[in-house]
């Protein structure tokens, strides 16, 4: 009577075990193909070669530092998210041959000049803000993507950190977007991040 | 003992002492206009040189580092202490802008000590850590034809000494430009609409 109390005692430990092991498996399981589901949208998009134009001030009276700052910080987000197979500068040659290459247009629509001091100061008031329309089009002038965005800086850092936090929005749009196969005419998406 | 001959033997050595004395001076003073004249010729190989940050844009350097930025012949040099140097020709600068920024000294651990002052007393500090800087954007091409865009931090007065030397080297300059003034953000909201 007492030894097999003894052995369910020890087969319950044994079942309590494999099951703790058996459990993480199963959700390492479950991340891995709710981490490939969510890749699958925009796996495509790697297909295609971007090429990063000058931002275009508009009517808007935007520093050339903050122009500079945005490209630059668009072209080095772009590259981080890998969903293009290059990314090309504005004006390089090597793009004029590439056949799948789409061009992204930046244009800023606003801009509210803030102040480190003031933002130091009051926390409350200072505030840097962007507001730009960007656009993915074909060679020929096709727009595949179209997505208003903002990048503040509110509270801490520089106002030069306004153009990096929009240039990450833009790449998070881009990113999220579905961009359809090169050759397959696509439906405009826009949208407003 | 002959008084006199002890008088002028007294006499001689004093003599030998300021002779010694004298040619001390002498070697001490060839010594010094040497290591002057030195000093003096750098500047010829080397017309300017001052310290600077680069917040972002030029090729090979890290962004926010800290370093010396110079011109050395045709090339516009960049060195971070203890890293190799970078540069692009000066030949390849269009253009030139300088600007101004204001910024909170010490940075981060400066920032988050103003935040931690009791009774908001971190404000007033942050009133008066704020340092006017000149900010100086290149824009250049590789030689793929790319356009790339540099922004430096540099001291007061010194960003406009490295702008008056690119554009005696034949570098386009555009005027400086001044922060623009706060924008109406109604445009904003009719673009969310």
Redesign the interface.
Known sequence: MRASKHILILGLAVLIVAGAAALPAQLIAQTGTEKSSSESPGSNAARWIVQVDKVDPGDVDLTSSFQIAIYENLLDELSKTKRFKHVFRDGDRGASEVPDLLILKTAVRTYTAGSETRRAVTTVSGATKLTVRSQLCTRDGQVVLERTVNGNVRFFGSNLRATHNLARNVAKAIQQAQLQQPGVPAPVQSGQL | MNPTAIQSKYLADGYLCAFYLALGLLLLLIGCSTVFAQDASSPTTSPFSAHATH???FEGARGNAGGTLSIEGDVLHFQKPGKPVVGIKIASVR?V?L?E????VGG?PM?LG?AAVPYGGG?VV??FA?KKYD?V?L?Y??A????????FQMNKGQGSTLRDQLAARGVHV?PN???????S?A??AS??K
């Open positions: 917040l972002l844009g253009d802008v600007g920024q204001s910024k909170q981060l920032t103003t404000r942050s009133l704020h900010t954007t824009e091409g590789d793929n034809g790319g356009f790339h865009g540099a922004i555009t430009e001044v922060e623009p003034a706060k924008q953000t445009e904003v673009e969310s």
